[in-house]
């Protein structure tokens, strides 16, 4: 079936990049998605990526994706504190565009 | 467009009752879906809707979990005889037909003492 894992914790401090990672096994993933979680808030989609593109840049966000390896990562430049939260990697492989959670990853910024 | 609603934000139920939960979708839009979170963990996917349709469900909604989206705008989950084991965020999201990106409510979050 399908699975996507990730680390479950990362700290950095602050004004370094931040690198998270996560690793899928369905090969038919159509779009790769990252979504952050703050305490009490909702999940906000950052980013996301076609299966067929191996590099995405937004501002401060870079998304790699190793199709061969099946693997996804997020780079966050400059990392603040404001980007502490619970960062979700997902991938929709149907028509229904149903989301496959990874187990989320808590990015600890300090100061 | 105030996004996407859910009510209530909270609720706290004794085991056994019965619990209804509303989603209000984005009003365009004509995909929605159920999302189940528990503590630690990523959504997990329960039901999606496409209008007024049910298209598919999750092995995870048991038979004492419905959904209904009658009018193909907002949806309604409910869970009969609540068990300690349903205690979650639920989540519900919303999105249109070949958008690649859903729209999240801040969910409601279920406590079952």
């Known amino acids: 079936g399908e699975d996507v894992e990730q680390s479950l914790f990362l700290s950095v401090r602050e004004g370094d990049s931040s690198v998270i990672n996560c690793t899928y096994t369905?090969?038919?993933?159509?779009?790769l998605y990252w979504y952050k979680q703050e305490p009490g808030a909702g999940l906000q989609l950052l980013t996301y990526?076609?299966?067929?593109?191996d590099m995405k840049q937004d501002q401060r966000l870079t998304v790699l994706l190793n199709k061969k390896d099946k693997h996804l990562s997020l780079r966050i430049a400059d990392t603040q504190t404001g980007d502490s939260a619970i960062y979700f990697c997902?991938?929709?492989?149907?028509?229904?565009?149903?989301?496959?959670f990874g187990t989320g990853t808590r990015l600890q910024v300090f100061p | 467009d105030t996004g996407v609603s859910q009510d209530p934000r909270h609720k706290i139920t004794k085991r056994g009752q019965n619990v209804t939960f509303r989603c209000d979708p984005i009003?365009?839009?004509?995909?929605l879906y159920w999302y189940r979170q528990t503590l630690g963990q990523g959504p997990e996917f329960l039901t999606y809707f496409q209008n007024e349709a049910q298209l598919e469900k999750s092995r995870l909604l048991s038979d004492r979990f419905s959904a209904e989206r009658p009018k193909g705008s907002f949806s309604t989950l409910e869970i009969q005889r609540t068990e300690q084991g349903d205690s979650a965020m639920y989540l519900c999201?919303?999105?249109?037909?070949?958008?690649?990106?859903?729209?999240f409510g801040q969910g409601t979050r279920l406590t079952v003492v």
């Open positions: 999201a919303s999105s249109m037909t070949g958008a690649t990106e859903a729209f």
């Open positions: 997902a991938e929709s492989s149907d028509n229904t565009d149903k989301l496959i």
């Open positions: 009003s365009e839009h004509n995909r």
């Open positions: 990526i076609f299966s067929n593109m």
């Open positions: 369905d090969s038919s993933s159509t779009y």
